[in-house]
């Protein structure tokens, strides 16, 4: 599946997707506290996004590692290593904290975005999304929550895994779609994942087809809700920029090849 229809739109769910992943880092992170046993957003993002009947992982390699930057963004923002100084074009993001959290996954991206002072909110987007996609599969899979059927076509490996958590995946499904479609009140589980699933165009996941376009006017509300700090805003905006600017590459390769 890809995030979006084509270039021409992509300007219209970029700035949807400023409000909708601004408004996330208000959720205080599943992981705050040291609870290992639970996930993180990105955790939770692939899990949803794996098709147990397939086996395929429906979030595609480019836009799927900003998401993933996005998600890794917002629980270091709600766990407090990173905070933004400045507004607009003049912001930059700052280490508040170099204590490790624990998610190793998550810690490797902390340590990645370390390597500079005063870094453009753009630039630690990609950084701690750089190949997030393929290292939070493999930790689920190390943790149990996914297996790998070692499929191939034609001789080659394919992607493809089994769904081992099937509870949790189930529970994170239910959460979501209670919230979507019977109104019940977003947490701090199902609205990070709901605004990263709408702001991907990717509610299709989680939704029958038919309840996708209905569902839409609930996620905005509960993506667009005023959570966050105006600084807050200006880091997130970030992954705004980068997702675009990987849509309108995809867009350029596609029509050109």
Do not use: Y
Not at 107 to 115: H, L
């Amino acid at each position: 599946m890809t995030p979006f229809a084509g270039a021409n739109r992509s300007r219209f769910k970029g700035l949807r997707l400023i409000r909708t992943l601004s408004a996330l880092c208000g959720w205080r992170s599943p992981v705050v506290g040291g609870d290992s046993t639970r996930m993180g957003i990105a955790q939770d993002l692939v899990l949803v996004s794996t098709d147990p009947s397939s086996g395929k992982i429906c979030l595609s390699a480019m836009s799927g590692d900003t998401m993933i930057g996005g998600a890794f963004l917002l629980d270091l923002v709600a766990q407090g290593r990173l905070v933004l100084d400045g507004v607009g074009k003049k912001a930059r993001v700052v280490v508040a904290d170099r204590t490790p959290v624990d998610d190793p996954v998550l810690q490797a991206a902390f340590v990645r975005a370390q390597g500079k002072d005063r870094q453009k909110p753009q630039a630690i987007v990609g950084t701690l999304g750089k190949k997030g996609r393929k290292r939070v599969v493999e930790q689920l899979t190390a943790a149990g929550r996914l297996r790998s059927r070692g499929q191939k076509v034609l001789g080659i490996p394919v992607e493809r895994v089994d769904v081992v958590d099937t509870a949790a995946r189930e529970s994170l499904l239910h959460g979501v779609r209670s919230v979507l479609v019977t109104g019940h009140p977003a947490d701090g589980r199902t609205g990070p994942l709901i605004g990263l699933l709408l702001a991907g165009e990717q509610l299709g996941l989680v939704l029958d087809r038919s309840e996708v376009k209905r569902a839409k006017p609930r996620a905005k509300e509960v993506a667009e809700a005023d959570w966050a700090s105006e600084g807050v805003r200006q880091a997130i905006a970030a992954t705004n920029a980068v997702l675009m600017t990987t849509v309108l590459a995809a867009s350029v390769t596609t029509v050109s090849s």
